[in-house]
């Protein structure tokens, strides 16, 4: 009995491996066939949608696909009773299915069954009845797509060169999202600020990583990122207090409170306060003429304290105190001192760090210009124009970002050489070279400043006179009509330093900054 | 129960016997032979239905004398009392001159029951066999009597005439083992029957088996096994006759009123392994259960009148659960 059982496993299992062979063949080439397929479908796709790589793509996902249908097929074994069944069908009437499952069973019908499945099995080529097929019809389907592949690479490819600037943004805006997260985790360490400080530059810098997650080409980054700039110049100002630099300007001018003045350049706030007492008695010491300077100094600089008004008041008092010549015990004034200036020391490391910020960003942004079309230029453009007696050189030159001089030539019959001083206007940023149109603009050519000198050389030839003029700030064209974009970045610095002087609400200073920030958009 | 090799092809070798001498006295109808055998060797009833003249009655009559049992025959009749078939207590005098009832047994009171033309009976006569034919016992004033062993009703039924008769209720219908359709005969078989019955040529028929014998095929045929496979196939046969059952196939949610019984499947399973044994196998087949499904399920699957109304046969309702069943495998 034992010898029939095993005789019956022996031939399903026989039968079931024959079965696992075609089914790992099939298996493997229907996942070949499939992913031949998709490797079709992709490479006609990719003429009509940028598809970065495709065809490579398509060689991997075939190989992947491939190799893991070989290796899931290999691991599909046939159950016995499929095996079992597959062997009945070729004339034997479930006697295996039957003797597999009466395996064990010693009754007299069951050794019977057995016996007779038996001998029916050994009847039967089992090479010849169940043989290992190779799928023919699906290799020759395989066969033909992978034809239609190479053939499709013979096609020339119209969305190639789109497919791999889009490649590019896409690495681009990954390497600007790990920049950003580089600049966010340096803001979180940065033990200066504080938690509300943070709070503030992370929502912008989230907000910058959101929106170029969204861009869709390089230029939208560069918004996104010069926004974010913006937003973060505008944190910095936020904390920004000028009074620090008014306070160290009136110290510097005393020779009392010139080191109290070094102290606070160096933002040493741990000996601020030794410091302060150290100058305390040393006011003692000085003549009347030398306290009535030093009172005068602090009561005009209490004056130019307009943002920090118990500061102001602190100085006031001390300067009142100076003139008075009541120069007892100034513990108190110098301690309350102190601490107004401590904080005003914290919220300049609070710009210190945002500054560093905004670095970080031009860095990221200067990059994705010089990494991306090698087209990003600074441009500049200077105009120059210079007068002889009766001719007039004019020239442009471009390259320098702070303006240029120009070459003129003399247009004068009487063949003077005119020679002449221009100024030059740079424009700050470079261009990225995008063709798009902008709303043009007037544009001053002096706006807000002074103009450099920049020399006019002309030509001299052999006849007639020479004269040169020297002009400052330049003659003849003081402005020009320029696309917007050009000069918006110009307009809205010289705005925003104009509302910082200028004793304006907060919240009409952020309209007004909201607004210039918008026109970027 | 012992079974030994030689056991099995004894009775392979009877039931062939059995073909070959029930085949001298009716030609042709093969099928319907080893249909009758299976259904005797089941140990169940068989309702044969065919046009008059086919040789349904000859067939009982054969049967009945190539095995060594007794054999009644009852012509149903409109008149046909229940007395008449189950036998009926009679007034007789002893000898000390006594008037006492005595039971007098009936025709269905015979190993082989002829029932011909059953339907042309009152179902008050008809239901005279039910509790005979499940079992085996007739109970006539109070009293109950066993039948003899084997016991087999088989009855006839014309299907053209049907005016004038009783179809048979349900639940007497689910009593038969099979129906089974006895078929025209072909040019060649007509032509042996007329030759047969239109000469002085005498057919002699043998004795193969007795009663004892026939119990004892039965019990041995119980025990061929059958594989789980198989037997799953058969019972989602039934299941799908069902047509409230989400799997049955359509044709079968459509024009089945009422599906098979659980008998149904008992009969399927038990003229299965007959039919294993008469192919001389020790396992049941796939094979096998389609076989007896015809005639198993033909009677127990009543169509509605959107299916009698469209010429649907039940025949054709079968083939289709018995594809779905396949497909269920």
Redesign the interface.
């Known amino acids: 009995m034992e010898g029939a059982n095993k005789d019956i496993l022996k031939f399903v299992r026989k039968v079931r491996d024959r079965m696992h062979m075609t089914f790992i063949l099939e298996f493997t080439v229907k996942a070949l066939a499939i992913a031949l397929g998709i490797y079709l479908v992709l490479a006609v796709l990719s003429r009509f949608v940028p598809i970065y790589n495709a065809y490579f793509r398509g060689v991997v996902l075939a190989g992947v696909l491939t190799t893991s249908g070989f290796l899931i097929s290999l691991f599909m074994t046939p159950k016995d ?1 499929s095996a079992a ?1 597959l062997l ?1 069908s070729k004339g034997l ?3 295996t ?6 395996l064990g069973d010693s ?4 050794m ?2 057995r016996e ?2 038996l001998e029916r099995i050994r009847e039967l080529d089992l090479k010849k009845e169940i043989k290992i097929k190779f799928p023919k019809k699906l290799s020759l389907i395989s066969g033909v797509l992978a034809l239609l592949i190479v053939v499709s690479g013979f096609i020339p490819n119209p969305m190639e060169d789109r497919a791999i600037e889009l490649n590019r943004v896409k690495k681009e805006i990954t390497r600007q999202q790990k920049e950003v997260d580089n600049v966010i985790s340096k803001v979180e360490k940065n033990n200066k600020l504080s938690t509300v400080q943070k709070k503030e530059a992370e929502e912008a810098l989230l907000e910058l990583k959101k929106e170029l997650s969204k861009a869709q080409d390089l230029k939208e980054t560069e918004k996104a990122l010069q926004r974010t700039e913006n937003k973060i110049d505008m944190l910095r100002q936020k904390y920004t207090d000028k009074d620090l630099d008014n306070i160290i300007e009136a110290f510097s001018k005393n020779e009392a409170t010139k080191s109290l003045a070094e102290m606070l350049k160096r933002a040493d706030t741990a000996k601020l306060k030794k410091e302060l007492e150290k100058t305390a008695k040393e006011l003692k010491g000085l003549n009347e003429e030398q306290l009535k300077e030093l009172s005068q100094n602090l009561s005009e600089l209490a004056k130019n304290l307009s943002q920090n008004p118990e500061l102001a008041e602190a100085f006031y008092e001390l300067s009142q105190k100076m003139s008075s010549g009541e120069l007892g015990d100034m513990q108190n004034e110098m301690s309350a001192l102190g601490d107004q200036i401590s904080s005003l020391m914290e919220n300049d490391e609070f710009s210190k760090a945002m500054e560093e910020v905004i670095e970080q960003l031009k860095n990221s942004a200067a990059q994705n210009q010089g990494q991306g079309q090698g087209q990003g230029q600074g441009q500049g453009q200077g105009q120059g124009q210079g007068q002889g007696q009766q001719g007039v050189g004019q020239g442009q030159a471009g390259g320098s970002p702070a303006g240029g001089a120009g070459s003129g030539t003399g247009g004068d019959s009487e063949a003077q050489s005119p020679q002449g001083s221009g100024t030059g206007l740079g424009n700050k940023k470079p261009s990225s070279g995008d063709v798009r149109d902008y709303e043009k603009v007037f544009t001053p050519s002096l706006l807000g400043g002074e103009g450099e000198k920049s020399q006019l050389q002309g030509g001299k030839n052999n006849e007639g006179q020479t004269k040169e003029y020297i002009v400052d700030n330049g003659l003849g064209i003081k402005g020009e009509m320029q696309p917007y974009n050009q000069i918006l970045g110009e307009y809205k610095e010289k705005a925003f330093q104009s509302i910082e002087g200028t004793q304006i609400p907060q919240g009409m200073q952020d309209i007004v900054k909201d607004y210039f920030t918008s026109l970027e958009d | 129960m012992n079974i030994q090799e030689k056991d099995v092809r004894d009775a392979y070798d009877i039931v062939k016997s059995m073909e070959e001498e029930i085949g001298k006295a009716i030609i042709g109808q093969k099928e319907v032979i080893r249909q009758v055998i299976i259904g005797l060797l089941s140990g169940g009833h068989i309702l044969l239905e065919g046009a008059p003249g086919l040789g349904k009655t000859q067939l009982v009559k054969t049967l009945a004398g190539v095995m060594d049992l007794s054999f009644s025959r009852i012509q149903f009749t409109p008149d046909l009392m229940p007395a008449d078939v189950i036998g009926t207590n009679i007034l007789v005098k002893d000898e000390e001159g006594h008037s006492t009832f005595e039971f007098h047994k009936g025709p269905v009171f015979s190993h082989l029951v002829l029932a011909d033309e059953i339907n042309r009976a009152t179902p008050k006569t008809q239901s005279a066999l039910l509790e005979a034919m499940q079992e085996a016992t007739v109970t006539a004033f109070k009293t109950t009597y066993e039948l003899p062993g084997p016991f087999m009703v088989m009855a006839t039924q014309n299907p053209i005439e049907m005016e004038g008769t009783y179809p048979l209720p349900e639940a007497q219908l689910d009593r038969f083992l099979f129906k089974i359709d006895v078929k025209f005969p072909s040019l060649a078989e007509l032509k042996g029957i007329v030759d047969l019955t239109t000469s002085n040529a005498e057919t002699e028929i043998n004795k193969i088996a007795d009663g004892n014998k026939i119990l004892d095929m039965r019990r041995m045929i119980r025990e061929i096994p059958i594989a789980q496979p198989v037997l799953s196939y058969a019972l989602k046969a039934v299941m799908y006759t069902h047509p409230e059952n989400a799997d049955a196939p359509d044709i079968a949610k459509k024009y089945i009123r009422f599906g098979a019984s659980p008998r149904a499947a008992q009969a399927i399973i038990n003229s299965a392994k007959v039919r294993a044994l008469l192919e001389g196998r020790y396992n049941v087949s796939f094979e096998d259960i389609r076989y007896v499904a015809y005639p198993a399920l033909r009677h127990r699957v009543f169509m509605n009148y959107e299916g009698i109304a469209e010429g649907m046969s039940t025949d054709m309702i079968i083939e289709e659960i018995l594809h779905r069943a396949e497909e269920q495998m």
Request: charged share 30%; no cysteine.
């Open positions: 009773k069944m009945d009437n479930e006697r299915l039957t003797a597999l499952e009466l009754s007299a019908i069951a019977l069954q007779d499945a």
